[in-house]
C-alpha cells in the first residue's frame, strides 16, 4: 500500500495502573481507528506511565513505594496486559506501537521497550530503549541489540527509537539501512528543540517522522496517590507549573516539513495520510545508507546478540552402556 494513515495518540495515562491504563488504550484505539487509522502509535512508557518522581525530587529519596508500584503494574512478555493489547489490535485490524514500562516474568529490571503488535493480534517486534538518559537509569536498565529491527508491514517499513536514542547516530544509521520509511519516535521530550530534531531525522533519511508524548496535566494524578504531596513538591509545581508533561506530538513529512503538530497542553490525536511514494521520490537526491553512503571508507558493525543474565551449558549424557564423551 502506498499510502497509510497514522494516528500519534497524545494522551493521558492512568499513573502506575497498568489494568486502567490498557482501557484507555481501547478506547483511543478504536477512536483512531473510526478516523482511518491503519498504524496507532501510544507515546513512550504509556502503560503505566512515566515515574514522574525522578523528575519532580532527588531521585533514591523515598520512592521505594513508587517503585513496587512501578513493578507490580510493569507488563511482562507473556503476560495478561500483553494478551489485551494484542486482542485490541486483532479486533480493530490496525498496527499497535505502544511505549511500555517492561519487566521479565521472573526479574526485577524494568525496561523502557516499544511494542509492535500486529492486526493479527500477535507481537511481531519489541525495542529496548539502549541508554536510558540521565535519572532515567536510576529506573530502567538497558536494551541490547537484538531488538534494533525494522517492521515490514503492508503499510510500509517501520521502525525507530525511543526519545534521546534518536540522537544515536549509528543506531540511526542501523535502522536506515534496514529501509525503514515510517520512523516512530515515542518520547518525554519537550520544546522546539526536539521538534527541529524530528525534522532532521525526516530530512535525513527521507522519511515520515512520527513523535509522540504523553501529557499528564497535575489533577490528573488522583488525590489519594501514596504520598502525592512528596510526589508534586510545592517548589516544583511553582516552578514548571501544573503541566507535568506538556506534551509535543508532530508528524513530519520527508522534506522536513511539519505535517502537523506540535500538539501541546491538551489531549489530542494528530491523524494524517502518509503518501509513501514521496519516501521514494525524496531518496533519488539522497539515500543515507545507498547511494549516498561511502561503504568503501566507512563500516558500522553491530552486534545483535541477545544479552542473557546467565549462560547454561548443558551436561550431555550418554546412552546406557556407551563411553562417556572425550
Known sequence: MSVLTIAAVQATYVLLNRDAT???????????????????VFPEVFIPGTPIWIDTRRVWDGDDEWFAMLSANAVTIPGPALDRLETIAEQHGVWLIIGVQEREPTGSTIYNTLLYISPEGRLVERHRKLVPTGSERTVWGMGDGSTLRVVDTTHGRIGGLICWENYMPLTRFHLYAQGVDVWVAPTLATGDAWIASMRHLARENRMYVVG???????????????????????????EHGPWIEPGNTVIVGPDGVV?????????????AELDLTKVVAARRFMDPTGHYNRPDIFQLHVDTTERHATKVTERVTPPDGAPPPG
Open 22 to 40: 490498557v482501557q484507555r488504550v481501547e478506547e483511543l484505539t478504536a477512536e483512531a481507528v473510526e478516523r482511518g487509522a491503519h498504524v496507532v
Open 212 to 238: 509522540v508524548n504523553p501529557v499528564l496535566h497535575v489533577d490528573a494524578i488522583p488525590t489519594d496517590f501514596p504520598d502525592r504531596e512528596r510526589l508534586l513538591p510545592r517548589a516544583y509545581l511553582e
Open 259 to 271: 505535517i502537523d503538530g506540535p500538539l501541546r497542553e491538551a489531549e489530542g490525536m494528530l491523524v
